[in-house]
């Protein structure tokens, strides 16, 4: 049975603002320190949203870490100058800020130009062009309308910076990103996957942006958590296991449709999309149709869902390819997770700025016979014809020897030093061709890197299982969290405040938390509003214990309510923990109770 009559409401506004609500009356999210007013951009995750966030976390190690036999790190979120030097944080992690001259208010260039005109991706123009299109519209302060049309616009570095130590301290950085901790650390981790290619590290963290105009909640904050794998491949020999997903149906918007006039999305399956280049790496392709059934397991609407291709505009210099799975949210689309070849930028970076090695020795099957150009340049004539640059020199022949042998071949040889041309005598440069036998090669692995915003998965979602109705003419809201991800899986309840009750509750209670379940209890109310509690909150299943219970003569019993449908069903006690155990695994269906 049921306990009412369900009645769909058409809703056609907004559900953010409704949500943000429920969110911070039951313990989702709220704006942090709100007793000091708050600061834009900081959310804290109350005793509900830490538990749908931990789940949704658990729930993604499981599949791409545990499932895909990879290993897991934590490393530091502060981290010192010279590892975001390498990277290009320093001098290229930015957005476009622009600042109101009248009223002094900071905000993003290109979210002033999204919000205010056609144009859906200002993020992937270059600032003279943003300027111009701020002109072009007239485009004025949005707090206090002063007009920005000859306003500059200047690139602001996102990076929260620290001091690491007192006195003369090491400049240092919170990460914007999980990803550097796992390259840094690339020297060791390769020697744990015993210098064996592919392999992947994954990592949940904290990552942090200092945004210019942080908004909507906690999708854009300046705190966030990712959760990200980096996977390493030898890119001439390693290939995707494509045969585990090629069947998997996707909704993809490539490049080539959002720049086209009339452009829509592609149904297509994985194997589809590589057969026909839609998707040019079969590496992104495969994370990809991983990700998408992962996502519908923690309740993603896969009818509010697509992967997007970046346009080259915004694809980041190093990235060969890099997608976006994006979910819908009140008729926008927000980028969820990214897929992207990152080739061996990171790597190289980190090899060149550290002078470690950040390669892996592949042995080949049998050693072979190599030719090998070397010099053994002649230092008595180098060091007084070149004094202190005499050992650039030697650099500078060995890179040439290297690269172009035949440079060699004359009697002399042409080198460049600090932007000037020299010629030395080729005898005095040592150079000759070597046979040499080598038992194998380094080699610089390139990084696939699926990228997972965990805070904007968790307000995805929320949002995605926002519900309204009307349960016996009256209105009911709850969110049809799927089992494995919500807060709390079981509600126990005692029908009235009697000690016999009250002492059967408690002891289910016991006996299902020691099945390894969540479970909330709650004896304060009639039991509707019991229900209607659990509901806004998403617990699928509340246990109510009665009079029935306890004066039974046989076989003790309990009321069962499943929350989409509110259909109740009466099971025995003893089987309640093994039943609930696997309602929450799929393994049981509730109509097959």
């Not at 981290?79 to 390498?86: G, K, N, R, S, T």
């Not at 299982?465 to 126990?492: I, K, S």
């Not at 069962?560 to 089987?575: A, F, W, Y």
């Amino acid at each position: 049975m049921s306990d009412g009559q369900q009645q769909a409401v058409d809703d056609s506004e907004s559900t953010s603002p409704k949500l943000v609500e429920l969110a911070k009356r039951r313990g989702y999210f709220f704006r942090s320190s709100g007793s000091y007013g708050g600061v834009g951009g900081f959310y804290t995750f109350g005793p509900q949203g830490a538990s749908l966030k931990g789940n949704v976390e658990d729930a993604w190690r499981d599949r791409f870490a545990v499932a895909e036999g990879n290993m897991e790190i934590d490393a530091p979120t502060i981290m010192h100058e010279p590892v975001f030097e390498a990277s290009g944080h320093l001098e290229g992690f930015d957005d476009m800020l622009i600042e109101c001259p009248e009223c002094e208010t900071s905000g993003r260039a290109d979210h002033l130009v999204e919000d205010n005109t056609e144009y859906e991706d200002a993020e992937s123009l270059p600032i003279p062009e943003v300027e111009d299109v701020i002109a072009e519209y007239e485009l004025a302060c949005p707090e206090c309308g002063a007009g920005l049309a000859d306003v500059a616009v200047e690139n602001f570095n996102l990076m929260f910076a620290t001091n690491i130590g007192p006195g003369d301290a090491q400049p240092g950085y919170l990460r914007p990103e999980t990803a550097q901790g796992i390259f840094v650390e690339f020297p060791r981790l390769k020697e744990y996957a015993r210098n064996q290619l592919p392999f992947g590290v994954t990592q949940i963290g904290r990552a942090y942006r200092n945004e210019i105009s942080p908004r909507r909640s906690i999708i854009r904050t300046r705190e966030f958590t990712q959760a990200e794998l980096e996977y390493f491949i030898d890119p001439e020999v390693d290939e995707p296991p494509l045969e585990r997903v090629e069947d998997v149906a996707v909704t993809l918007y490539p490049a080539s449709e959002q720049n086209a006039d009339d452009g829509s999305v592609v149904e297509t399956t994985i194997g589809e999309a590589v057969a026909d280049d839609v998707i040019a790496d079969p590496w992104v392709a495969y994370f990809l149709g991983v990700a998408k059934p992962w996502y519908a397991s923690v309740g993603v609407d896969m009818d509010r869902f697509r992967f997007r291709q970046h346009l080259a505009g915004e694809r980041a210099h190093y990235a060969a390819d890099c997608w976006d799975a994006e979910s819908e949210i009140d008729g926008n689309w927000i980028e969820i997770a990214g897929f992207a070849n990152r080739g061996d930028y990171d790597l190289s970076k980190h090899a060149d700025h550290s002078g470690d090695r950040f390669t892996v020795f592949k042995q080949y099957d049998e050693p072979k016979t190599v030719e090998r150009a070397t010099v053994d340049p002649d230092m008595s004539y180098l060091g007084p014809e070149f004094g202190g640059a005499a050992q650039d020199v030697v650099e500078e022949l060995e890179a040439l020897a290297a690269r172009d042998r035949a440079a060699f071949e004359d009697d002399t040889v042409e080198i460049e030093l600090d932007g000037e041309s020299h010629e030395l005598p080729v005898e005095k440069t040592g150079f000759s061709v070597d046979e040499e036998t080598i038992a194998g090669e380094h080699v610089t692995p390139h990084v696939i890197e699926p990228s997972f915003g965990v805070d904007r998965l968790v307000y995805t979602v929320l949002h995605h299982a926002y519900r309204e109705d009307e349960v016996d003419g009256e209105a009911r809201t709850y969110l049809a969290l799927e089992p494995e991800v919500a807060p709390t899986f079981v509600g126990v309840f005692p029908l009235q405040s009697d000690d016999e009750l009250v002492a059967q509750a408690t002891d289910i209670v016991d006996d299902l938390r020691a099945a390894g379940l969540s479970v909330t209890y709650d004896d304060s109310g009639n039991i509707g509003r019991r229900y209607r509690r659990q509901d806004e909150v998403g617990t699928p299943f509340c246990v109510t214990v009665d009079y029935e219970t306890v004066e039974a003569d046989d076989e003790t019993t309990v009321t069962v309510r499943e929350r989409d449908t509110t259909e109740q069903k009466r099971l025995p006690v003893s089987d309640l923990p093994e039943t609930l155990a696997a309602l929450r695994s799929g393994e049981l269906a509730f109509d097959d109770v």
